[in-house]
Protein backbone atom coordinates (compact mmCIF):
# COMPACT_ATOMS: atom_id res chain seq x y z
CA UNK A 1 0.00 0.00 0.00
CA UNK A 2 2.83 2.11 0.77
CA UNK A 3 3.58 1.78 -2.93
CA UNK A 4 0.65 3.45 -4.11
CA UNK A 5 2.46 6.68 -3.64
CA UNK A 6 3.53 8.37 -7.06
CA UNK A 7 6.45 9.54 -5.13
CA UNK A 8 7.68 5.85 -4.46
CA UNK A 9 9.61 2.84 -6.96
CA UNK A 10 8.62 -0.11 -5.42
CA UNK A 11 10.96 -3.16 -5.58
CA UNK A 12 10.12 -6.68 -4.50
CA UNK A 13 12.54 -9.11 -2.81
CA UNK A 14 15.54 -8.61 -3.82
CA UNK A 15 16.70 -11.34 -1.71
CA UNK A 16 14.72 -14.17 -3.11
CA UNK A 17 16.65 -16.84 -4.39
CA UNK A 18 14.25 -18.31 -6.60
CA UNK A 19 13.10 -15.07 -8.73
CA UNK A 20 16.20 -12.76 -8.54
CA UNK A 21 15.46 -9.17 -9.69
CA UNK A 22 16.21 -7.53 -12.49
CA UNK A 23 18.72 -4.99 -11.27
CA UNK A 24 20.30 -8.05 -9.38
CA UNK A 25 20.97 -10.03 -12.08
CA UNK A 26 23.37 -12.57 -9.50
CA UNK A 27 20.90 -14.00 -7.15
CA UNK A 28 21.52 -14.50 -3.43
CA UNK A 29 22.79 -17.96 -2.27
CA UNK A 30 20.54 -18.75 0.90
CA UNK A 31 17.11 -18.15 2.21
CA UNK A 32 17.49 -15.58 4.58
CA UNK A 33 20.76 -14.50 3.66
CA UNK A 34 23.15 -13.06 6.63
CA UNK A 35 25.28 -9.72 5.87
CA UNK A 36 26.73 -8.36 8.78
CA UNK A 37 26.54 -4.76 9.55
CA UNK A 38 30.13 -4.42 9.16
CA UNK A 39 30.18 -6.72 5.65
CA UNK A 40 31.32 -4.75 2.51
CA UNK A 41 31.41 -6.48 -0.64
CA UNK A 42 29.76 -7.91 -4.15
CA UNK A 43 26.57 -7.51 -2.25
CA UNK A 44 27.01 -4.09 -1.37
CA UNK A 45 27.45 -3.26 -5.37
CA UNK A 46 24.09 -5.29 -6.29
CA UNK A 47 21.70 -3.61 -3.80
CA UNK A 48 23.62 0.30 -4.52
CA UNK A 49 22.12 -0.79 -7.89
CA UNK A 50 18.70 -1.41 -6.55
CA UNK A 51 18.87 1.82 -4.30
CA UNK A 52 19.90 4.06 -7.10
CA UNK A 53 17.67 2.35 -9.81
CA UNK A 54 20.50 2.03 -11.82
CA UNK A 55 19.39 -1.26 -14.76
CA UNK A 56 22.19 -3.40 -15.63
CA UNK A 57 20.98 -2.82 -19.57
CA UNK A 58 24.01 -4.40 -21.20
CA UNK A 59 23.90 -7.23 -18.93
CA UNK A 60 20.33 -8.50 -19.94
CA UNK A 61 20.72 -6.67 -23.70
CA UNK A 62 23.74 -9.61 -24.22
CA UNK A 63 21.67 -12.16 -22.96
CA UNK A 64 18.72 -11.19 -25.06
CA UNK A 65 17.32 -13.79 -27.76
CA UNK A 66 15.13 -11.99 -29.55
CA UNK A 67 14.38 -8.33 -30.94
CA UNK A 68 11.70 -8.70 -28.53
CA UNK A 69 13.70 -9.64 -25.23
CA UNK A 70 15.79 -7.17 -26.40
CA UNK A 71 13.00 -4.00 -26.28
CA UNK A 72 11.77 -5.27 -23.33
CA UNK A 73 15.47 -4.62 -21.90
CA UNK A 74 15.38 -0.98 -23.01
CA UNK A 75 11.73 -0.46 -22.00
CA UNK A 76 12.84 -2.09 -18.34
CA UNK A 77 15.61 0.61 -18.60
CA UNK A 78 13.71 3.87 -19.72
CA UNK A 79 11.67 2.71 -17.00
CA UNK A 80 14.06 2.95 -14.63
CA UNK A 81 15.96 6.34 -15.72
CA UNK A 82 12.38 7.94 -15.73
CA UNK A 83 11.96 7.10 -12.30
CA UNK A 84 15.53 8.92 -11.17
CA UNK A 85 14.74 11.64 -12.89
CA UNK A 86 11.50 12.03 -11.08
CA UNK A 87 13.55 11.70 -8.02
CA UNK A 88 11.07 8.50 -6.39
CA UNK A 89 11.91 7.28 -3.49
CA UNK A 90 13.02 3.00 -3.42
CA UNK A 91 10.62 0.75 -1.61
CA UNK A 92 12.20 -2.49 -0.94
CA UNK A 93 9.54 -4.68 0.22
CA UNK A 94 11.37 -8.12 1.31
CA UNK A 95 10.44 -10.35 4.10
CA UNK A 96 13.80 -12.64 3.08
CA UNK A 97 16.21 -9.66 3.71
CA UNK A 98 15.28 -9.66 7.74
CA UNK A 99 17.92 -11.06 8.80
CA UNK A 100 20.15 -8.61 6.72
CA UNK A 101 17.91 -5.82 8.15
CA UNK A 102 20.89 -3.68 9.71
CA UNK A 103 23.21 -3.94 6.80
CA UNK A 104 20.74 -2.97 4.18
CA UNK A 105 19.83 0.06 6.92
CA UNK A 106 23.01 1.24 7.88
CA UNK A 107 25.14 0.72 4.27
CA UNK A 108 21.98 2.44 2.40
CA UNK A 109 20.97 4.98 4.68
CA UNK A 110 17.25 3.42 4.91
CA UNK A 111 14.17 3.35 7.30
CA UNK A 112 12.78 0.44 8.42
CA UNK A 113 9.40 -1.15 8.66
CA UNK A 114 9.08 -4.39 10.08
CA UNK A 115 5.83 -6.44 10.00
CA UNK A 116 5.59 -9.35 12.50
CA UNK A 117 2.80 -12.01 11.68
CA UNK A 118 1.04 -14.33 14.16
CA UNK A 119 2.50 -17.63 14.55
CA UNK A 120 -0.34 -19.11 13.89
CA UNK A 121 -1.38 -17.01 10.43
CA UNK A 122 2.31 -17.89 9.68
CA UNK A 123 2.30 -21.69 10.12
CA UNK A 124 -1.23 -21.85 8.44
CA UNK A 125 0.14 -20.15 5.51
CA UNK A 126 2.92 -22.59 5.11
CA UNK A 127 0.39 -25.25 5.14
CA UNK A 128 -1.54 -23.65 2.51
CA UNK A 129 1.11 -23.39 0.55
CA UNK A 130 2.66 -26.54 1.25
CA UNK A 131 6.45 -24.22 1.89
CA UNK A 132 9.22 -26.28 3.75
CA UNK A 133 12.12 -24.67 4.34
CA UNK A 134 15.79 -25.56 3.97
CA UNK A 135 17.25 -25.30 7.48
CA UNK A 136 20.27 -25.99 5.85
CA UNK A 137 20.90 -22.56 4.95
CA UNK A 138 21.00 -21.19 7.79
CA UNK A 139 23.54 -23.86 9.32
CA UNK A 140 25.68 -22.84 6.52
CA UNK A 141 25.92 -19.50 7.34
CA UNK A 142 28.62 -19.54 10.47
CA UNK A 143 28.59 -15.85 11.28
CA UNK A 144 24.60 -16.41 11.88
CA UNK A 145 24.37 -18.95 13.66
CA UNK A 146 27.36 -17.63 15.75
CA UNK A 147 26.05 -14.23 16.67
CA UNK A 148 22.02 -14.77 16.56
CA UNK A 149 21.16 -18.61 16.43
CA UNK A 150 23.38 -20.68 18.71
CA UNK A 151 20.44 -21.24 21.23
CA UNK A 152 18.67 -23.12 18.44
CA UNK A 153 21.90 -24.68 16.88
CA UNK A 154 20.92 -28.20 18.01
CA UNK A 155 17.28 -28.10 16.78
CA UNK A 156 18.32 -26.35 13.20
CA UNK A 157 20.55 -29.22 12.86
CA UNK A 158 18.20 -31.80 13.45
CA UNK A 159 15.57 -30.06 11.14
CA UNK A 160 18.14 -29.85 8.54
CA UNK A 161 19.07 -33.82 8.70
CA UNK A 162 15.82 -35.09 9.37
CA UNK A 163 12.15 -34.54 7.65
CA UNK A 164 9.71 -32.83 9.87
CA UNK A 165 6.06 -31.91 9.14
CA UNK A 166 5.55 -28.36 7.50
CA UNK A 167 3.50 -26.79 10.51
CA UNK A 168 6.81 -27.88 13.17
CA UNK A 169 9.10 -26.41 10.46
CA UNK A 170 6.69 -22.99 10.59
CA UNK A 171 6.82 -23.08 14.35
CA UNK A 172 11.27 -23.54 14.56
CA UNK A 173 11.31 -20.74 11.73
CA UNK A 174 8.90 -18.28 13.15
CA UNK A 175 11.12 -18.43 16.52
CA UNK A 176 14.07 -18.55 14.67
CA UNK A 177 13.00 -15.66 12.69
CA UNK A 178 11.30 -13.33 15.55
CA UNK A 179 13.98 -13.75 18.07
CA UNK A 180 15.83 -11.57 15.61
CA UNK A 181 13.19 -9.15 15.68
CA UNK A 182 12.64 -8.80 19.41
CA UNK A 183 16.49 -8.13 19.50
CA UNK A 184 15.99 -5.17 16.50
CA UNK A 185 12.97 -4.09 18.32
CA UNK A 186 15.25 -3.44 21.82
CA UNK A 187 18.43 -2.22 19.75
CA UNK A 188 16.43 0.08 17.12
CA UNK A 189 13.97 2.34 18.43
CA UNK A 190 14.01 4.31 14.88
CA UNK A 191 12.82 1.47 13.14
CA UNK A 192 8.94 1.22 12.96
CA UNK A 193 7.32 -1.82 13.86
CA UNK A 194 4.02 -3.18 13.37
CA UNK A 195 1.85 -6.16 14.00
CA UNK A 196 0.27 -7.62 10.29
CA UNK A 197 -3.13 -7.86 12.64
CA UNK A 198 -3.59 -4.64 13.58
CA UNK A 199 -3.21 -3.24 9.93
CA UNK A 200 -5.48 -5.50 8.75
CA UNK A 201 -8.19 -4.36 11.33
CA UNK A 202 -7.51 -0.39 10.69
CA UNK A 203 -5.54 -0.26 7.36
CA UNK A 204 -6.04 3.19 6.44
CA UNK A 205 -5.78 4.94 9.56
CA UNK A 206 -2.27 3.24 10.12
CA UNK A 207 -1.34 3.59 6.71
CA UNK A 208 -2.31 7.23 6.79
CA UNK A 209 0.06 7.54 9.82
CA UNK A 210 2.76 5.27 7.85
CA UNK A 211 2.42 8.02 5.32
CA UNK A 212 3.27 10.70 7.23
CA UNK A 213 5.80 8.88 9.33
CA UNK A 214 8.14 8.40 6.00
CA UNK A 215 6.69 12.03 4.75
CA UNK A 216 4.51 11.17 1.79
CA UNK A 217 1.61 13.07 0.54
CA UNK A 218 -1.30 11.03 2.01
CA UNK A 219 -4.43 11.60 -0.99
CA UNK A 220 -8.09 10.75 -1.10
CA UNK A 221 -7.18 8.59 -4.07
CA UNK A 222 -4.65 6.77 -2.19
CA UNK A 223 -7.38 6.17 0.85
CA UNK A 224 -10.03 4.87 -1.65
CA UNK A 225 -7.57 2.61 -2.91
CA UNK A 226 -6.35 0.90 0.36
CA UNK A 227 -9.88 0.92 1.56
CA UNK A 228 -10.92 -1.06 -2.22
CA UNK A 229 -7.80 -3.57 -1.45
CA UNK A 230 -8.91 -3.90 1.76
CA UNK A 231 -13.02 -4.02 2.32
CA UNK A 232 -13.35 -6.19 -1.14
CA UNK A 233 -15.25 -9.30 -0.35
CA UNK A 234 -13.15 -11.44 -2.18
CA UNK A 235 -11.20 -14.20 -0.17
CA UNK A 236 -8.10 -14.61 1.32
CA UNK A 237 -6.84 -16.01 -1.37
CA UNK A 238 -6.94 -12.96 -3.66
CA UNK A 239 -3.20 -11.59 -3.22
CA UNK A 240 -4.60 -7.90 -3.73
CA UNK A 241 -8.02 -7.26 -2.87
CA UNK A 242 -9.68 -8.72 0.08
CA UNK A 243 -11.25 -8.25 3.22
CA UNK A 244 -8.34 -7.92 5.74
CA UNK A 245 -10.43 -7.96 8.98
CA UNK A 246 -11.88 -11.39 7.89
CA UNK A 247 -8.78 -13.02 7.30
CA UNK A 248 -7.18 -12.23 10.51
CA UNK A 249 -7.59 -15.69 11.96
CA UNK A 250 -8.22 -17.75 8.94
CA UNK A 251 -5.24 -19.45 10.61
CA UNK A 252 -8.32 -21.43 12.89
CA UNK A 253 -8.99 -23.28 9.77
CA UNK A 254 -6.22 -24.32 8.14
CA UNK A 255 -4.35 -25.53 11.08
CA UNK A 256 -5.89 -28.13 13.44
CA UNK A 257 -6.40 -27.85 17.56
CA UNK A 258 -3.66 -29.74 17.63
CA UNK A 259 -1.54 -27.87 15.17
CA UNK A 260 -2.53 -24.84 16.91
CA UNK A 261 -1.35 -26.37 20.19
CA UNK A 262 1.89 -27.37 18.81
CA UNK A 263 2.64 -24.20 17.16
CA UNK A 264 1.74 -22.11 20.57
CA UNK A 265 4.08 -24.46 22.62
CA UNK A 266 7.01 -23.93 20.61
CA UNK A 267 6.47 -19.76 19.85
CA UNK A 268 5.23 -18.70 23.09
CA UNK A 269 8.98 -17.77 24.66
CA UNK A 270 9.44 -15.21 21.86
CA UNK A 271 5.66 -14.87 20.74
CA UNK A 272 4.62 -13.47 24.61
CA UNK A 273 6.77 -10.40 23.39
CA UNK A 274 4.33 -9.45 20.50
CA UNK A 275 0.72 -11.58 21.18
CA UNK A 276 -1.62 -12.18 24.37
CA UNK A 277 -3.50 -14.77 25.15
CA UNK A 278 -6.61 -12.88 23.92
CA UNK A 279 -4.79 -12.95 20.58
CA UNK A 280 -4.70 -17.37 20.20
Known amino acids: MLGLSPEIFYIHEPFNVDYPHELVPRSFNRWYEYIPPTRKGERHD ?26 RCLRSSARYVKSRLLGRSVLLKDPLALLSAEWVAERFDLEVLVMIRHPAGFAGSLKKKEWTFPFRDLLAQDRLMEEHLSPF ?31 HQDQHPEWTFLRHEDVARQPADIFESLYDRFGLCFTDSIQAEIKAHSEASGGDDDRLRRNSRAVVRNWERRLTPSEIKRVRGRTEPVASEFYSDDDW
Open 46 to 71: DLRRVIDLRYPLWYHLSRSRSLGEAV
Open 153 to 183: AEEIETFANTGQDVVDQAALLWTVLYTVVSA
